[in-house]
């Protein structure tokens, strides 16, 4: 998710910090810009951009095959991409969209890249989530069976990277692997650019909101997350502005993270662990 927005700032400062950054980006030539603009103040290595539409498992696999062929280890993944959608859609995995890019798209993209990210001296896992998100999780309903509303479907999906974060901080826990999530604060971004009918109106209701942050100050904390040493071995928590801040009580059922994980894994249709 580095075209645009926080994932774009993201990579731009990383870049201009002397990181070698690798962006993945859905549309080849808007991608392309985005590699073109961070090149322009990479101190470090030119920045690489692979092409794929995290809406696939397919291409997600062939995203992930093709980054473990390049690297032999990856320092920071970040887990910015994420989108929303006005109807109820399904991917060609049978998947429905927001269920499948905002929450299994990290799920197993993350899986598929770990032994890279365990290559790392200190690898970190970020992954970037809502201060709005659901307070609990209908197993029966995770793909709007019982109707689709898209904020409804959204909110749902950041309590699940939620869960996802702190399962895979339990899973990872002595391999010196850290996994946090962040909520970047609201954001002047693309976002919700591609809703149609009357929820096209949320999107621009929101633009007209003073509070909006620049994709600059909401990437701040991904920054911190990615490099700062105050973070150093700090796992398993959920940041805002640069700080480590309490979650609802469902993030901390292991139980509920337990089974999202084991769901997440069947519909991925292999063992990714």
């Given amino acids: 998710g580095a075209s645009s927005g926080i994932g774009l700032a993201t990579a731009r400062e990383l870049a201009h910090q002397g990181a070698a950054i690798v962006m993945v980006c859905r549309d080849q030539a ?20 692979f092409q794929a539409d995290l809406l696939s498992q397919r291409q997600i696999r062939r995203l992930a095959g093709a ?23 399904l991917t060609a995995d049978g998947i429905e969209k927001t269920f499948a890019v905002n929450h299994l798209a990290p799920f197993l993209l993350t899986n598929l890249l770990l032994d890279r990210i365990r290559a790392a001296a200190a690898g970190r896992v970020i992954t970037v989530t809502s201060g709005t998100y659901s307070s609990a999780l209908d197993f029966d309903n995770l ?3 019982k109707g689709h509303h898209f ?4 909110f749902r999906s950041k309590l699940e990277n939620v869960l996802f974060t702190f399962e895979l901080s339990r899973r990872l826990a002595g391999t010196g692997v850290t996994v946090n999530c962040f909520f970047p604060g609201p954001t002047r971004t ?9 929820a096209a109106l949320f999107p621009l209701f929101m633009q007209y909101f003073p509070f909006l942050g620049s994709p600059e100050k909401g990437a701040q904390t991904a920054i911190y997350l990615a490099t700062s040493p105050e973070v150093a071995g700090i796992t398993g928590r959920f940041y805002y502005r640069c700080r ?5 009580p469902v993030t901390h059922d292991v139980d509920i993270a337990r089974k999202l994980w084991s769901v997440s894994e069947a519909l991925c249709r292999s063992s990714v662990t």
């Fill in 151 to 154: 904020l409804g479907a959204y």
């Fill in 190 to 198: 693309r976002f919700g650019s591609g809703l149609n009918g009357w």
């Fill in 244 to 248: 480590d801040i309490q979650t609802k």
């Fill in 67 to 89: 980054i473990n062929d390049a690297y032999p280890r990856i320092d920071v993944l970040v887990n910015n991409a994420g989108a929303v959608f006005a109807r109820r859609e």
């Fill in 143 to 145: 793909q709007s069976e």
């Fill in 30 to 49: 808007r991608g392309e810009a985005a590699r073109q603009d961070v090149a322009a103040v990479a101190t470090g290595l030119p920045p690489a951009m």
